[in-house]
């Protein structure tokens, strides 16, 4: 299965700020996807990031607020941009599987904003 | 309508048992369907692919799929206290080149002695 690193692992951050999070996939794939998790909740996409394009944003989620980089196939990022209290949560990227059908997940950011 | 409905549970079965997850979806296009395991505090890991109505086995775990019922189920044979996690249903929606996954709340198993 391909193997996304995922980092920082977790950060405690200060309202007001930014941090980027990024994710290394050890094989080049299509399509990579940034979801969030909150406590005890389901996954939330946030937005799908093509190589070469402008990512496409869910509802309720904007470029201003979570901007993507996707430069290549092996990597992306996201920033989460002026951060609130309400933004505490995990952040996962995710890829296509070379094995199988199906995505592939990154060990996941834990953030909290205090 | 939510696009992908689970019961949050918790589930408890006996060890031994067969664990019986449910879901159900909104998108009557919808083709591909993964079940995902997700244990505390680590990221959802896939478990099995399905794609065409009827079971599909692998070891332990066999997935159902009924397209008409828009209806998808995991059944988690002789379960173990190790199978003890929260289990995602994922649908992929989209068309085209542009296709991304949407999950249910997931089911709480919890598998006692």
């Known amino acids: 299965s391909a193997v996304i690193s995922q980092k920082p692992s977790r950060d405690i951050c200060q309202r007001g700020t930014s941090l980027t999070i990024q994710c290394q996939v050890d094989?080049?794939?299509?399509?990579m996807f940034w979801y969030r998790q909150q406590p005890g909740q389901s996954l939330t996409l946030i937005a799908t990031?093509?190589?070469?394009?402008?990512?496409?944003?869910e509802s309720g989620f904007v470029i201003d607020k979570f901007p993507i980089s996707r430069p290549n196939l092996t990597f992306s990022t996201l920033t989460v941009s002026n951060m609130s209290p309400e933004d505490s949560s995990i952040y996962l990227c995710?890829?296509?599987?070379?094995?199988?059908?199906?995505?592939?997940f990154g060990s996941g950011t834990r953030l909290t904003v205090v | 309508q939510k696009e992908v409905e689970q019961n949050s549970g918790p589930l408890s079965v006996p060890e031994g048992a067969i664990a019986s997850l449910n879901c159900t979806y909104s998108?009557?296009?919808?083709?591909?369907f993964f079940w995902y395991r997700q244990y505390s505090g680590k990221s959802p890991e896939l478990i099995m692919s399905?794609?065409?109505?009827g079971d599909k086995e692998d070891g332990r775990f066999t997935a159902q799929l009924n397209k008409a019922s828009q209806y998808v189920s995991l059944l988690i044979r002789d379960s173990q206290p190790s199978d003890s996690a929260t289990y995602l249903c994922?649908?992929?929606?989209?068309?085209?080149?542009?296709?991304?996954?949407?999950f249910g709340a997931g089911t709480r198993l919890a598998v006692h002695p």
């Open positions: 399905i794609y065409s109505n």
């Open positions: 998108d009557r296009g919808s083709q591909s």
């Open positions: 994922a649908v992929r929606t989209g068309s085209g080149g542009y296709n991304k996954l949407i």
């Open positions: 995710s890829g296509t599987d070379r094995d199988r059908d199906g995505y592939t």
């Open positions: 094989s080049q794939v299509t399509m």
């Open positions: 990031a093509n190589q070469g394009s402008e990512a496409t944003y």
